[in-house]
Structure formats: C-alpha cells, structure tokens
C-alpha cells in the first residue's frame, strides 16, 4: 500500500468519526418538531400523532412546538437557524419551501440549502365540490359553465396561497377558464359561504367537505389526487377529464440544513418504519391520508419538482403576498 494511499485513507477515516460518534450519540435530549401553523389544525394534529410515535424508538421525547404566522416562514426560519444537530425538526407542507418562496418578495431562509430533507409524511387529497345551485353534474360540464360564463363562478379557499387557494388557481390555469376567487381566514369561514350559496365552489379538504356532499348540501365533482381517493371511490379524479392535474398536498419531515447524513438516516428509518406499521397506516387511512415515506434524495428531488410546477402556476396566476 502506498504511503499517499495510506494518509488519505487515514485522513478519511478521523473525519468520519466525528459524524459517526455524533449519529451514535443521537439523539442527546428532547427534540422539537417544529409546526409552522397555530395549534389545533390538521397540520397540528399530523404533527402530534407522529411525534407520539418517534418518541418511543429515538428513546427521547418529541415536543411539537407550534410557530405560526408568515406563510408558515417563521417557524421554517426557526428550523434554518437551529443548530444542525437532528434536534429541531420541521413539519413541512408546500408553504414554506416550496410556495412561499414565490408568493413573497423573499423569505428569512435558503429554501433549499437551509434545510436537510429526511422523508415524505403523507398526502391528502381536497375535494372539488360545488353548491346544488351550480348546473353541473361533472367536471366537463362545469368547464363548459365557466367558459359559457366568464368571470361568474367563484371558488372559495382557505386564505390566499393556502392549498385551497393553489388547487383552484391550478384548475383554471389547466381547464383555461375564468372563475373568480373568494379568499377566506379558514376552512370553516368558507365552508359556511359555500353551504349558504355565497361562492359557487371550493376545492379543499376532503374529509371536511365529503360529509357535506354526502348528505345533498353540496355536489362533488373531483378529487385533487391522480387517482381516486379510498374514501370517495364513486367521485372521479380531476385528471380523468384534466391528465396531469395533481394538487394534494403533501406533508414531510426536514432537519436543519448541514445536520450530519447518519443522524438524518437515522431519523429516515425511523419514520420510515412508523409509517409502514398497519395500526398507524390504519389511523392515516380513516382520514383520507397516504402515507408516502421516502429517501431524503427522493423527499429533495419532489420538493424541487414541486417548486417549479408551482411556481409556473403562481406566476401565471399573478399571486403575490406582501
């Protein structure tokens, strides 16, 4: 063996240790996992069941840590700014790294470089629904509505550049139609116009507005999903009429950008394995959910395919938040 061989591969080996000992020693103390929305919301909920279940294989508690406010960029700026240890953790949706960074003139991170991704959580499909006023029995039909009537129909979301909001602006960016957009604090604010005739349609969680449908209040029409959802197989996919459309939101667990890559595996297989356990898919799957763990080079590569496809819908949209 060469003496050269012989430095290099010693120099590599004492710069391993340190990123082994430290993935050995973790986790260290609590960690937190950090919610960029108030408590009490389905984000919220997400976070505290899976946190609930981290604790017992890391062998630490897991504090859910809610910080609301700024298109969900100051919890995300919390999460940037810790230190990379694999202690603080972000409970992300598409706000922060992946819609905010569009709607905002800038935001306090690097969407990208400040965070470390460590596994997809889950996907949950909104619901394309309409008031039993709107003459539309289908998607097709309701296109055709709003392209016979410019302007007329109006959706309802939960707040400007929420899901709600990009699903339809997504709807008339594929379909090419003109509908007008009735931004609202929350689902449940906009829920109430829906139901009473206010707005024309919604596209937003499923769970909430299926029982509505259900019962005759309002019509559905679409899933946001590629596929049909399991627990509305009657109700078509959006991407049946329109291929390509996809706007369920997905949710995923980031560290701090520079965390080293065995504490990041560490945590990866820890998820991983929550999520493949059938008590917990169980859980996901009475709520409409699907459970979508990955690689972090797998979760990195769909938040950058995500911000482009987004960012394209923005644009067109014209959508700024100041």
Do not use: C
């Not at 590629?226 to 627990?231: D, I, L, N």
């Not at 409409?288 to 482009?308: D, F, H, N, Q």
């Amino acid at each position: 063996m060469s003496p050269v061989l012989t430095r290099r591969t010693v120099l590599a080996a004492s710069l391993a240790v340190p990123s082994l000992a430290r993935a050995q020693a973790f986790p260290s103390r609590p960690l937190r996992l950090i919610v960029p929305y108030a408590a009490g919301g389905s984000a919220d909920a997400s976070a505290r069941q899976l946190a609930e279940a981290m604790a017992g294989p890391l062998g630490q508690p897991v504090v859910v840590e809610n910080r609301p406010g700024g298109a969900a960029t100051i919890g995300a700026q919390a999460v940037a700014r810790a230190a990379p240890d694999g202690h603080t953790l972000l409970y992300g949706t598409p706000a922060p790294q992946i819609i905010s960074p569009h709607l905002m003139r800038s935001v306090p991170y690097d969407p990208i470089k400040d965070f470390a991704p460590v596994s997809g959580y889950k996907r949950a499909p909104n619901l394309l629904v309409v008031h039993p006023s709107v003459p539309a029995q289908n998607l097709a039909e309701l296109i055709a509505l709003a392209k016979a009537r410019p302007g007329t129909l109006t959706f309802a979301s939960s707040g400007v550049g929420s899901s709600s909001h990009l699903a339809g602006e997504l709807l008339k960016y594929m379909a090419r139609i003109d509908i007008t957009h009735v931004p609202y604090r929350g689902t449940s604010a906009a829920l109430t116009d829906l139901l009473g005739g206010t707005v024309s349609m919604a596209l937003d969680t499923l769970s909430v507005l299926l029982p509505q449908a259900r019962d005759g209040k309002l019509r559905a029409l679409g899933v946001t999903m590629p596929a049909r959802s399991k627990q509305a197989p009657d109700v078509p996919a959006i991407a049946e009429t329109l291929p390509g459309f996809d706007a369920a939101p997905f949710n995923y667990i980031a560290a701090t950008g520079g965390t080293p890559a065995p504490v990041v595996a560490k945590l990866n297989e820890v998820i991983v394995a929550i999520l493949r356990r059938p008590d917990y898919l169980a859980r996901m799957e009475e709520l409409g959910e699907e459970a979508t763990p990955s690689t972090p080079e797998a979760l990195a590569e769909t938040i950058r395919a995500e911000s482009a496809r987004w960012k394209q819908v923005i644009e067109a949209a014209g959508i700024r938040v100041e």
